[in-house]
Every structure is written in C-alpha cells, then in structure tokens.
C-alpha cells in the first residue's frame, strides 16, 4: 500500500529533484558571470528526466573482484541520468568566458516557474490523497 | 546537492563581488596618491576571479561558486605628468602619478554592483523556493 503512495509520488519527486539541481547549475552559472575561461552549463531536462524514469537503463553498479595484490581495480558504473553539457555561446568575451547573463536569467527564472509548478501539483495530488484516506 | 548549496554558491559570489567593489573603490579613492607606504606612486590592483568547486564532484561535472583567487597589481606604466612647483616633481619637473584608469573603474564599479545585484535575485528566489517546498502538503 505505501508502495503505492511511494510509486505515485516517484514522478513529481523526480522532477522536483532534477528541477532543484538545474537551479543549482543555472546559479553555479549566475554566480560566475565575471570568471575568467568559465564556460557555462546546463542539461537537458526532458532528457534526464525520461532516463531517470526508465528504470531500465539503470544497471547496479559493477566491480572486479580482487584476488591479488597486484590486480587493477576496475570498474562500471552507469551514468548519472544528468548529462552537464556546455552551453554554445552566442556572444562570448575575449576572457574565455561564455555566460550570457540574460539567457541564464531568463532559464533561472524559467526554472523557477517550472519548479513551483511541480511543487503545486504534487501539492494537488498530497490533497487528493488525503482527502481519499479520509473518507 | 540541493538547493541550500545554492546558498553557498550565490552567497560565494556576493563576497567575491563585493571584495571586487572594494578594490574599484580603493583604486578610485587612490587615483591622485602620488606616493604611498613604500614611497612608491600607487599602482592599481585588480582582482582575478576563479571558479571554486565543493570537494567529492565526480570529473568534468564540476559547479560551484566563485572565489577571489589573488589581488595582482596593474602592470600598466604610471603616469608623468608635469608640474615643476609640486614637491615631488623632478629635476625636469615631471611628477610620477599613479596609473588609475578612473573611467575603467568606474564602469568596473558598476559591473561589480549589478552582478552583485544578480546573485541577490538569485539568493532570494532560492529562498522562496525552499519556503514553499518546506509548506509542501500543508494547507
């Protein structure tokens, strides 16, 4: 039963999830507007969010087992879902620096929106859940 | 990795930008200083940023804020100028001046002060986004 709940919430939580760790990239980026050689990131939310839901691309993580001292240490590990690329720059400064100031504000501002609204409809679907135990 | 780490992130910026502004305004205040400490004219200083990473990001997905990574001074000549009854000027009557590009300054002034006025914005929404995620399912 609290499977269920877990299940149904999975979704939003993802999305809020990755949605607060764009604003942290899209801030990272704000906040070095004036750094030399910093490039600008950011990812591909519809990307990451459809492999963090498909389960199935994620593999455990995978070691080689050591029967020696003098073996080498491997291993495989799948991916993050996040994907930080570099952002093709429109205009950028002789110093190496590739923020667009206003592009990042208006994709934090962007993000910001998109964030609460997620916030609003998990919100949305607590209350319909309360009000279903409830009767 | 959440969203109190973009507290750090924009509050690094906020000291780093300021520490910027500080520099601007001692350059600016020093333009006409003739002599120093050192008895030397006063050079102006700059700041150089660098990108400061939390510890444990896995490679190449590095975010983080910004740090003042050194104050150099301004390689630039100093300037002459010529004024025989000054009690420094030389046997030609040339006075050594600092080299302070008030104009650059000024205009750094005013970058420092709207970057810094970014990461406020940002500071904020960060803050109204936790509120709201701390009331999540309230109401």
């Excluded at chain 1, 839901?53 to 991916?79: E, F, K, M, N, Y």
């Amino acid at each position: 039963m609290l499977d269920r709940l877990n299940e149904d919430f999975r979704f939003y939580q993802q999305a809020i999830a990755l949605r607060a760790q764009r604003q942290e990239v899209l801030s990272s980026n704000i906040a070095n507007a004036d750094t030399p050689q910093y490039k600008a990131r950011d990812f591909d939310f519809q990307a990451a969010m459809r492999d963090a839901l498909d389960a199935r691309l994620r593999l455990p993580d995978t070691h080689l087992s050591l029967t020696s001292a003098r073996h080498i240490p491997g291993q495989a590990v799948t991916p993050d879902p996040v994907a930080l690329q570099y952002r093709l720059p429109y205009q950028p400064s002789v110093d190496g620096n590739t923020v667009d100031m206003d592009a990042e504000r208006v994709r934090f501002a962007d993000n910001t929106l998109h964030y609460q609204s997620s916030l609003q409809l998990l919100s949305g679907r607590i209350r319909s859940m309360m009000s279903a135990i409830q009767e | 990795m959440s969203l109190t780490s973009i507290f750090s992130i924009a509050g690094s910026a906020l000291q780093a930008q300021s520490q910027r502004m500080n520099v601007s305004a001692s350059n600016l205040a020093n333009a006409d200083s003739a002599v120093g400490p050192d008895g030397q004219p006063y050079r102006a200083r700059q700041v150089v940023f660098q990108v400061d990473p939390p510890a444990g990001q896995p490679y190449g997905r590095e975010i983080g804020g910004v740090r003042v990574a050194g104050v150099v001074l301004d390689p630039s000549p100093l300037k002459r100028i010529y004024d025989p009854a000054h009690p420094l000027a030389d046997g030609q009557g040339y006075v050594t001046m600092p080299n302070v590009d008030t104009v650059a300054e000024t205009v750094n002034m005013i970058a420092a002060s709207r970057s810094y006025q970014a990461n406020v914005e940002v500071l904020n929404t960060a803050k109204q986004l936790m509120m709201k995620t701390l009331t999540l399912g309230q109401s």
